[in-house]
């Protein structure tokens, strides 16, 4: 806690596409993101999983914060999915888990999917006074990129986190959106969460064991390795995989090709 007898902190206002990153979606103020365009990211798994479902045909994606809403959409949706996780695993009675993999054409395409997990919904959700709200991760960073890069409005990057605390493994695709969006003529704000996010992937990139391990040893990574979901961690450390932008619009409370 700070002195009480602090003066105020000197202000920099960046002027040119301001970039802010928060570490945890907790961290920002719903009011805060008003006008502003959102980047969340949920990278171990939602993010992902919800850009597989449309990106092999689903109709839409439907978050819902709880189990008992997810259920109650489903009246709203005929023939939809359940999909989602409560602790990292299927929620009995759902169709689908969190495993990106499982979303293909064949169990999706043509069907809403009603999504809730711990984390990822939520955050959306918490985004909902934002102008434009996309879902972003490693799997689709550079589509994410080129749709936000031109945008004159702001852009807030929002990692989900696990629970109530940040994980290193939304960190670093946010650190990768930073460097993208930055070379491309965005500003940062005083504060120092893009920073550590920019140094914590370029700081992936330059290990010995690379992008795919740092994300094993995310704590998110950690708990989808003890419940043999490895495979999982290492799609959603691969690059471009899922070339396309889920648009998020909270009136109609679905997620949809941008």
Not at 208 to 231: F, K
Request: hydrophobic residues 45%; proline residues 7%; glycine residues 8%.
């Amino acid at each position: 806690m700070p002195a009480p007898d602090l003066p105020p902190p000197p202000q920099f206002t960046a002027t040119e596409r301001p970039l802010h990153v928060h570490l945890h979606v907790k961290l920002v103020a719903p009011e805060a993101l008003a006008g502003a365009v959102v980047v969340v990211i949920d990278a171990l798994r939602a993010s992902v999983t919800m850009t597989a479902a449309l990106a092999h045909g689903a109709s839409c994606v439907v978050p819902a914060l709880t189990v008992e809403q997810a259920l109650a959409e489903k009246s709203r949706y005929p023939g939809a999915v359940l999909g989602g996780e409560r602790g990292g695993v299927l929620i009995p009675g759902f169709d689908l888990d969190n495993s990106p993999g499982k979303y293909t054409a064949d169990r999706v395409k043509g069907k809403a999917v009603i999504f809730t997990t711990t984390n990822g919904t939520a955050a959306l959700l918490n985004s909902a006074k934002a102008a434009e709200i996309v879902v972003g991760s490693f799997a689709n960073l550079s589509a994410v990129c080129e749709a936000v890069r031109s945008d004159p409005r702001t852009v807030h990057v929002v990692c989900c986190g696990t629970r109530d605390e940040f994980s290193l493994d939304d960190v670093l695709p946010a650190g990768a959106f930073v460097e993208r969006l930055t070379a491309s003529g965005r500003q940062l704000d005083a504060e120092d969460s893009a920073r550590i996010a920019l140094m914590a992937w370029r700081g992936a990139l330059a290990a010995p064991v690379g992008l795919v391990e740092a994300m094993r040893q995310s704590r998110g990574g950690r708990n989808l390795e003890r419940q043999g979901l490895g495979a999982d961690v290492d799609f959603c450390a691969t690059l471009d995989t899922l070339p396309v932008v889920p648009r998020f619009d909270p009136h109609r409370g679905v997620v949809t090709l941008r």
